[in-house]
């Protein structure tokens, strides 16, 4: 190999993993849309300008998704939201692997800090 190709080829690899890398960076998943359930029953957001439905992979602390009444309570057990309702978000977009993957049949989900009625 010529050794002027070694460093073209070091810097495509480089530029490579870098972009591997960010793409499995979280994303902030801050605004408006609707709370929704996956046809498996899952808690799922999507948001305005997206098709795309996140599987809610964890809530805020003390929030709790009740799937028989299909609402969203907060820590005293109130409800704050409940299935088909217009929503505000702030959270963060990630990469699911493994055992944390939903019945969904998607690879991301949300991780939520907050929802509230919208």
């Known amino acids: 190999m010529p050794s002027r190709a070694r460093p073209v080829l070091?810097?495509?690899?480089?530029?490579?993993?870098?972009?591997?890398?960010?793409?499995?960076?979280?994303v902030?998943?801050?605004?408006?849309?609707t709370f929704d359930e996956c046809q498996w029953g899952w808690p799922v957001v999507t948001l305005d300008g997206t098709a795309l439905y996140l599987p809610v992979m964890s809530w805020p602390a003390g929030v709790s998704y009740d799937t028989d009444r299909q609402i969203v309570l907060d820590g005293s057990g109130a409800p704050v939201v409940s299935?088909?309702?217009?929503?505000?978000?702030?959270?963060?977009?990630?990469d699911m692997r493994g055992s944390d993957i939903p019945p969904c049949f998607v690879t991301r989900g949300i991780d939520l800090e907050g929802i509230a009625p919208g």
């Open 83 to 94: 299935k088909g309702a217009r929503v505000v978000v702030r959270g963060t977009i990630r």
């Open 10 to 26: 070091a810097a495509v690899a480089l530029g490579l993993l870098v972009i591997f890398v960010l793409s499995r960076w979280p």
């Open 28 to 33: 902030r998943a801050d605004g408006a849309g």
